[in-house]
């Protein structure tokens, strides 16, 4: 599963998510991966974290507390 949303205020920007099994290894947990490119490129973000999906609600629901 991946999406990219463009990224207000730029002309290029995007905004990629996507699910990533096993990232760091055989046996590491599967998470969310969310990339910042200014420049449009969806496989090599200037920005990314990784949010572990055992805290994907608790984060969903801490960003729409902040809209």
Same mark, same amino acid.
Not at 18 to 45: D, F, H, M, Q, R
């Given at each position: 599963? &991946?999406?990219?949303? =463009? $990224?207000?205020? #730029? !002309? %290029?920007?995007?905004?990629?998510? !996507?699910?990533? %099994?096993?990232?760091? =290894?055989?046996?590491?947990? #599967?998470?969310?991966?969310? +990339?910042?490119? $200014? &420049? +449009?490129?969806?496989? %090599?973000?200037?920005?990314?974290?990784?949010?572990?999906?055992?805290?994907?609600?608790?984060?969903?629901?801490? $960003?729409?507390?902040? !809209?």
């Amino acid at each position: 599963m &991946s999406k990219t949303i =463009g $990224l207000s205020g #730029t !002309k %290029n920007g995007v905004i990629s998510i !996507k699910k990533i %099994n096993e990232p760091y =290894g055989p046996g590491s947990g #599967t998470v969310a991966s969310i +990339g910042i490119s $200014l &420049s +449009g490129e969806t496989e %090599n973000p200037e920005w990314k974290v990784h949010i572990p999906l055992d805290n994907l609600d608790e984060v969903i629901k801490a $960003l729409s507390e902040l !809209k």
